[in-house]
């Protein structure tokens, strides 16, 4: 019943800075851990942060860690990736995810539903 639709995804220069957006319908993010994952051509799906329901705690994974920043908008019932420092290994497919049951924050086995992606590239 939840869908998600993510946006701000483009072509960025290395070093440079994007802000995707993950916008949720059926169902308020209040309610819900809400996770960002990325997929490269040839790679396994790779967790890249998430924000809990209850209490707003943060993770990112350590790729990330230090350059990307998960926050979430509750009265747009919007969540929000700010991705500063941008590498060209960043190039990606971006998906929001969502879950409602607590298994590994980390795991995309973990959630359900998915969006349909943004791309993300970083030029050399």
């Known amino acids: 019943q939840v869908q998600l639709v993510e946006s701000g995804g483009g072509l960025v220069q290395a070093g440079g800075s994007l802000r995707l957006s993950c916008a949720a319908s059926?169902?308020?993010?209040?309610?819900?851990?809400m996770a960002w994952f990325r997929q490269a051509p040839r790679k396994e799906r790779e967790f890249v942060a998430a924000?809990?329901?209850?209490?707003?705690?943060?993770y990112s994974g350590d790729s990330v860690k230090g350059r990307f920043t998960i926050s979430r908008d509750n009265a747009k019932n919007t969540v929000y990736l700010q991705m500063n420092s941008l590498k060209p290994e960043d190039t990606a497919i971006y998906y929001c995810?969502?879950?409602?049951?607590?298994?590994?924050?980390?795991?995309?086995?973990?959630?359900?539903?998915w969006g349909q992606g943004t791309q993300v590239t970083v030029s050399s």
């Open positions: 995810a969502a879950r409602n049951t607590v298994r590994n924050i980390m795991d995309p086995a973990s959630y359900d539903p």
């Open positions: 059926g169902r308020a993010i209040t309610t819900l851990t």
């Open positions: 924000i809990t329901w209850i209490g707003g705690t943060t």
